[in-house]
């Protein structure tokens, strides 16, 4: 799971430098929830989920001042 903090990390440092949303590729459940959790507390970055069952992705975006 580490691997996926450090993504979850890199893409949010890149969402908060270019000002522009990522969405990330299709991942299960519990997948999505370590993204989640660990960018919970990120300041500047906000994360969400879309799209149905298998094909769920992680939006990270930056906050709207």
Excluded: C
């Amino acid at each position: 799971n580490q691997s996926l903090v450090n993504l979850a990390q890199r893409v949010a440092n890149r969402v908060k430098s270019s000002r522009r949303p990522v969405t990330l590729e299709p991942m299960p459940p519990n997948e999505r929830r370590v993204v989640h959790m660990s960018l919970a507390n990120v300041d500047g970055i906000s994360t969400f989920s879309t799209g149905e069952g298998d094909g769920r992705q992680i939006v990270i975006e930056p906050d709207t001042e």
